[in-house]
Structures are given as structure tokens and as C-alpha cells.
């Protein structure tokens, strides 16, 4: 079994340019598995500032675009992980998924965390069928 890691259109090399020493974005076994994304914007590849709702729009939009790179999409996504600052934000964030997942969504965990290196609030990451 060989992993194969997918290229995503500026998101890819903005995480290069932080330094940060991961693959957004690999496949193997049948499976595609994004990391984590932060609020990212898909077309400059510049942290996304707001609140959490603007947030997770970006981070969830992010995560879109990582799916389509790598030729699969939303509703082959299979697992969730969701990781926020505060666990307060979990009815907003909801409000947004929603719009997403609206049908038959993906199995979920809601994790709170202390803080990250960089401003922002959350980061969802995925496992989608290939």
C-alpha cells in the first residue's frame, strides 16, 4: 500500500511558507485524510479573521477545497474532528456545520483545546472515502 500526497491550490504552499511540516492532504487505502485546517481563505491562503461563525465558514470551506483537490468531496466524509478554543463556541459552530453536513452527516468528536501558535479559533480536520 502506497500513501499519495495531493498538492492543494494555495493552500499547500502557504502551509509550506509557515514551515509547518505536514501534508494538508493524503490518500491511501482507499481513504482521503485532511489535516486539520484553520480558517484559511481558499484563494490567498491568509488566515481568515472574525468570529467563530466566519471562522468555521473558512475553515469548513478550506476543508471543501482539500477534498476536491484530492478528487473526493463532502459527502464521501466520514469522520469529523472538530477542535475550538472554547467550548462555548459549540452551538455557533453547530450552526454552520449544519449548512454543510445538512444530510445524513459524518460520524463527529467536539474538542476543546487550549490554544494554538497562530490567532485563530478553530481547525476541523476529516477522513472522507476516496
Known amino acids: 500500500m502506497k500513501k499519495e500526497v495531493i498538492e492543494v491550490p494555495v493552500l499547500s504552499a502557504a502551509v509550506r511558507a509557515l514551515g509547518v511540516p505536514l501534508s494538508l492532504v493524503t490518500k491511501a487505502a482507499g481513504q482521503v485524510f485532511v489535516s486539520g485546517m484553520p480558517p484559511l481563505d481558499i484563494s490567498t491562503g491568509r488566515l481568515v479573521r472574525g468570529d467563530i461563525e466566519t471562522q468555521t ?13 484530492a478528487g473526493t468531496s463532502l459527502d464521501n466524509v466520514v469522520m469529523v474532528r472538530i477542535y475550538a478554543v472554547n467550548s462555548g463556541f459549540y452551538n ?4 454552520v456545520y449544519a449548512r454543510y453536513f445538512s444530510v445524513n452527516p459524518p460520524a463527529r468528536s467536539f ?16 477522513v472522507a472515502v476516496a
Open 57 to 69: 465558514e473558512a475553515s469548513l470551506k478550506a476543508l471543501k477545497h482539500c477534498l476536491e483537490a
Open 92 to 95: 455557533a459552530i453547530n450552526r
Open 111 to 126: 474538542v476543546p483545546v487550549a490554544s494554538w501558535p497562530m490567532e485563530f479559533d478553530i481547525e476541523i480536520e476529516c
